[in-house]
């Protein structure tokens, strides 16, 4: 089963080459939007800034709906803003 559910959280092998690996997962995942978090984000988002993997790890963080933290050097709203953007994109296409 933990083979199962790797396949489908890395097929591509992207977090080898994540610099995140290498910092304490709880920076990424900092408590709110105001005050002290908003140290906590930027901290995290310049881990990702010069990443690797950052384009593969947004990419998994859309594909999977991650409500909560920094994923590839965006925070929760602007993954949401991303998803909003791609989906009017998908009804113009369609709508064409």
């Given at each position: ?34 005050g002290?978090?908003?140290?906590a984000?930027?901290a ?5 800034e ?47």
């Amino acid at each position: 089963m933990e083979s199962i559910r790797w396949a489908v959280w890395d097929v591509e092998r992207w977090r080898q080459h994540a610099a995140c690996r290498e910092v304490d997962p709880e920076v990424f995942f900092p408590v709110g939007v105001t005050g002290a978090a908003v140290a906590a984000i930027a901290a995290a988002k310049a881990v990702c800034e010069e990443c690797a993997a950052r384009a593969a790890c947004l990419e998994f963080a859309l594909g999977t709906n991650q409500e909560y933290g920094i994923w590839g050097g965006t925070s929760e709203e602007e993954r949401r803003d991303i998803r909003r953007a791609r989906r009017a994109a998908r009804r113009l296409r369609h709508a064409s």
